[in-house]
């Protein structure tokens, strides 16, 4: 059998395989090399990052709903200083490919700790999170309006070389026209699903049951609407698209890369199997053997919608 | 030591009450590691409803007669969906174990050793009572309920040498009243300060008054603080404590790795 | 015990209780008459019908997804006329409050099916179908338009005196700008949540699992999104909403009402239990006496944000 | 008569081979109002992963000697998630059993009945072969599967004195090839039409093939068919068949109240 390629390239950023780790799912990455060679990952999203520190809000910060959880961490972190000192060597020393995944308050903001992760060693792409629904001065404002969002990955663009992520809200009406505004900013590829805001309240209380009162709902549950704004994204630009929303296994991940997504990403699963990640590199393997497929890539956008699946075969 | 996850096989379970059980699965691998104070993540089904790990402590490790381990077992007590998913377990289910989990216990800073338990908070003090009684520290367990019916496996410290304390609600058995009410007489009774380590565990409000009472008479206290975790790794950041570190600040550690044994003097009271 | 007071009211349309049958997952009603008394329901919502008869899409319709399914019917129905000869005087017999899911492909369709259901005998309200994600000419251009939205229920409004209920699609950045819009048109309720645009492909034979390509999300698994939507809603308009989106039990049902909605639909439920009526009823009365509730409608917007809670009580 | 939703306990589980299996649940309500040709919705967990039910046809009404009914069996056969868990159960698991739906056959308009099942779709005849026994109508199953090993049953039937044609895909057993290969065989022996009703049940080529010859020679058909079904009960109008009207009219049928038994020959096949 020819060797299998799995690998996918966003600008510089050359990946083994399409498994990430998503944002605020895997800590720093450094959490999980115990149970995970972190270089065997295609990459590692670090936890959103804003300049300073942050506390994030009070407890209770996530909910469990039906095949979902809210969560309204709130963006506790370390800032981007203590990033650099404390974590990012020690991801460089166990070869992980670090995508950093920022925040910021203002444009300014946004601008200024891409031009300080631009300078540092050892991180290989920024993730631009302008789409967590849980703080108001998290850049949803940006992430909710096009020429915000046209306007913060311009300016990220002007002051970096690292490949530049935009990573999309679904909380809008149309995902794609967001892509595109990322694609003319001069994205190098899109991130998109972040969480969907929704809200559980405990009625023997009536009180929310996160502190926050809103949170954003992650894992299966969203996957069917994930997997539909990527194939909407996928017609609208030609950047690769890191997909995710509720992979729980490889059929899922299949299902992100038929629809258009050239990479994926895991976050909630990770919670329920931190060991998924050696599951889902053996079904891909097992899936590209039993089809003879040599190139992942070529699964990218292959859906097939001139009739539907034969329910019954 | 890097955690394990077992699909673990029931092989009994005991109900104690209407709302508590002994669970015991076969997941050695996971009680081969286990120290006193750490928990393990359990899942019931490999569905997505419900979808996340709840944590337990690991309540007993269970050897044969060469002393090898074969099973953990779980004090359960009903509280929502899957406590009572486990209550239902029968023997040859599946039931998906991650651990073990979390900093343990330390040992004890000074000659004894005082353990409070409110409740379901029993479960991580079979264990360390044995590690105690191992390391010939005098143990005393202060335990607290709310009816006799719920002061279980009390044989169980008796027969290894754990003096016991006992308080219920109702007064049905032991003293009337909180665990706290006995525990301050004997706080009381002491000689000077660093005579004795607590180790609490039992709902919030009575381990801050543990600690606020530890504090009060000089002793230092560990306290295992509950909270809603949905990894159980540092993964998700769910399940903050906060806690004053040395530089004056205070900030929210994760429990699950910061935790859930905390220094009961550094945690910050809500 | 005082008798317990479950009643709703929607302009002319009094229920004995909050709860409706959502359209599209009951039939016409009466497909239902043996398994309960339909008199008993608040109010039975018809399928979405058009003036005409239709086929709707080819199978597969429908593809269960984690916590929910997909469904793309495409509006198979018998038309206004078929309806109004054929159910509505059975409906009358059983005496239940019949609300009619109307629908369109011109602003002139929806105007039309309004004024003949206006004139027919039996009908209790017209629920205004702006929102389905599943065809393309079925209204959701007006759904996902701030001013056709405001043209179709004024233009509505112009011709019937029945309580008229916009159907709001959760497809959207901003529900509640939509039922600002239906309120200043003249609705008398807003209903939401319709389904979620999603998809799901079958990754062995790479094709879409619906003919349609994509779908409509509905169950549990969109609860919290809608649940978030609703309480958006109340914030922002007076008139009653009428809340649905994966309730599953009687706590659901509370959950939507402490949201802020007056009364709530029952879809995909019904399906995995078509029996669940005496259920929710059953257990809304053991919430009132436990609670001391004697009037429900007075838990509708009651959610206490000052904290969240208790995790651990 | 109006269906009734149980929570049944499965009595047995029999698996006759790593896809197939016989699961018995105590479900005599409804046992007792079922006809042959009818189905039910099952589910096998009351959590909302997997959410929907799933149709099955009832295998068999199982009695007691006095002649009461006290369960249903179903054949099941591994096809995905829900079938998959069938298949898994162990007694004393629960089944939530909602039944009986949709049209049963109707009784032969002919002299003789002809049973026409490829695989699982055996399921409809051990009930339907019971009545046509005790309406003293000659029956023959036709019944085709992959191999030997998957023909099930047999034994069954032929007490009750119906003949059998096998086939077989590999020539195990019986004559090599498609079930409809016999099936024409015999429809050429026969005198004219209308001798015999012929009732076929297996995947949709299989009833394409069957309808067409028994139009072909004249002999009416009755077809069981498969669909995807959300709700078993008229509902959500996903189980459609396009089915031929009187007026000349094709429309979508749904097949759980309009069906899943149809006439073959007016069902449009695709
Ligand atoms: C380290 C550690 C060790 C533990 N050890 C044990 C042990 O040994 N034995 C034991 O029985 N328990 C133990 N627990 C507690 C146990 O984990 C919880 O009882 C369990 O997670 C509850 O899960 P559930 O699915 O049954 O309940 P859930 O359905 O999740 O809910 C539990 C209760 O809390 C309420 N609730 C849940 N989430 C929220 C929220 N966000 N807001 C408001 N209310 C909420 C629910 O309404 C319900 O009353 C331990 C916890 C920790 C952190
Ligand atoms: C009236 C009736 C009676 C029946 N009687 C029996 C019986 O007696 N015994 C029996 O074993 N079966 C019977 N069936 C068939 C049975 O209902 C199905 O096999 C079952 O629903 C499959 O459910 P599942 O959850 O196991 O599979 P699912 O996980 O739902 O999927 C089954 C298979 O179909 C594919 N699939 C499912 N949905 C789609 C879709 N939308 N698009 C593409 N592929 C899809 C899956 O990939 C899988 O291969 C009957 C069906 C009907 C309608
Ligand atoms: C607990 C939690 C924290 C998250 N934190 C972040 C974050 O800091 N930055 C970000 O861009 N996305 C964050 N996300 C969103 C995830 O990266 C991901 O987009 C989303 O959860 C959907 O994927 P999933 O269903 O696989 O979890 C977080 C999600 C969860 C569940
Ligand atoms: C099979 C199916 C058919 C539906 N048809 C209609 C329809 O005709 N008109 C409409 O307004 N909504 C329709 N809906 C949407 C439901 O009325 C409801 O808004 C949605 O399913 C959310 O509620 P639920 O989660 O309780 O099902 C349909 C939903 C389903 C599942
Ligand atoms: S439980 Fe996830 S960080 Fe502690
Ligand atoms: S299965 Fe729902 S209409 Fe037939």
């Known amino acids: ?313 | 030591m890097p955690p394990v996850d077992v699909r673990a096989t029931v092989i009994s379970n005991v109900r104690l009450s209407r709302d508590y059980n002994v669970l015991t699965i076969a997941a050695p691998e996971v009680g081969a590691l286990t120290e006193p104070g750490q928990f393990v993540m359990l899942k019931t089904t490999d569905a997505s409803d419900p979808m996340l790990r709840r944590p337990f402590s690991v309540f007993e490790v269970l050897r044969d007669d060469l002393g090898t381990v074969r099973a953990i077992s779980i004090l359960n007590k009903r509280a929502g969906r899957t406590t009572g998913l486990i209550y239902g377990l029968e023997a040859g289910d599946p039931v998906w174990c991650l651990g073990p989990l979390g900093l343990p216990f330390n040992p004890p800073s000074s000659g004894a050793a005082w353990m409070v338990a409110g409740g379901v908070g029993l479960a991580p003090f079979a264990t360390l009572a044995e590690a105690l009684v191992a390391l010939q520290v005098p143990t005393t367990l202060f335990y607290g309920a709310r009816t006799a019916d719920e002061l279980y496996y009390l044989e169980f410290f008796d027969r290894l040498g754990v003096t016991l304390v006992l308080t219920t609600e109702d007064g049905g058995a032991g003293v009337q009243g909180r665990v706290t009410g006995p525990l301050e007489e004997s706080l009381k009774g002491l000689g000077g300060p660093n005579l004795v380590t607590i180790y609490a565990c039992g709902p919030e409000p009575m381990l801050a008054a543990v600690a606020r009472l530890a504090e009060r008479y000089g002793q230092p206290s560990e306290v295992s603080m509950e909270r809603t975790m949905g990894c159980g790794l540092g993964g998700c950041y769910s399940c903050v404590v906060p806690v004053k570190h040395a530089d004056g600040e205070t900030r929210y550690v994760r429990s699950c790795i910061g935790g859930p044994v905390f220094d009961g003097a550094t945690v910050v009271w809500e």
């Open chain 1, 1 to 313: 059998m020819t060797a299998l390629d799995m690998s996918v390239r966003i600008g510089s950023l050359v990946m083994p395989n399409p498994l990430m780790a998503a944002s605020g799912c895997f800590g720093y990455g450094l959490e999980y090399e115990d149970v995970v060679d972190l270089s065997t990952l295609g990459g590692v999203v670090s936890k959103g990052l804003f300049l300073a520190e942050r506390q994030g809000h009070k407890p209770e910060r996530i909910a469990e709903t039906p095949s979902g959880m809210l969560n309204a961490i709130g963006l506790q972190g370390i800032g981007v200083h203590r990033f650099i000192s404390e974590k990012l060597p020690l991801l460089r020393e166990r070869k992980a490919r670090t995508i950093v995944n920022i925040c910021g308050t203002t444009l300014d903001e946004y601008v200024e700790v891409a031009r300080i992760l631009s300078d540092a060693e050892g991180v290989d792409a920024l993730e631009i999170n302008i789409s967590c629904p849980n703080i108001k001065e998290g850049g949803i404002q940006f992430g909710c309006s096009l020429d915000g969002t046209f306007s913060v990955v311009s300016a990220i663009r002007k002051v970096t070389t690292l490949p530049v992520i935009p990573k999309l809200t679904p909380n809008v009406t149309s995902p794609a026209s967001f892509a595109r505004a990322a694609e003319d900013a001069g994205a190098d590829a899109i991130s998109l699903v972040n969480t969907f805001l929704a809200m559980a309240i405990d009625v023997e209380q009536r009180k929310p049951k996160l502190s926050n009162v809103v949170g954003g709902l992650s894992g299966p549950a969203i996957r069917p609407i994930a997997v539909r704004m990527v194939w909407e994204c996928r017609q609208e630009v030609k950047i690769p698209i890191v997909g995710m929303g509720g992979i729980m296994d490889h059929r899922d991940v299949l299902e992100f890369m038929i629809a258009g997504a050239n990479a994926v990403q895991v976050g909630t699963a990770n919670f329920v199997d931190p060991f998924i990640w050696a599951k889902l590199l053996d079904g891909l393997t097992d899936y590209m053997q039993r089809h003879q497929i040599t190139r992942l890539a070529d699964l990218v956008g292959a859906l097939d919608t001139t009739s539907p699946a034969k329910a019954h075969a």
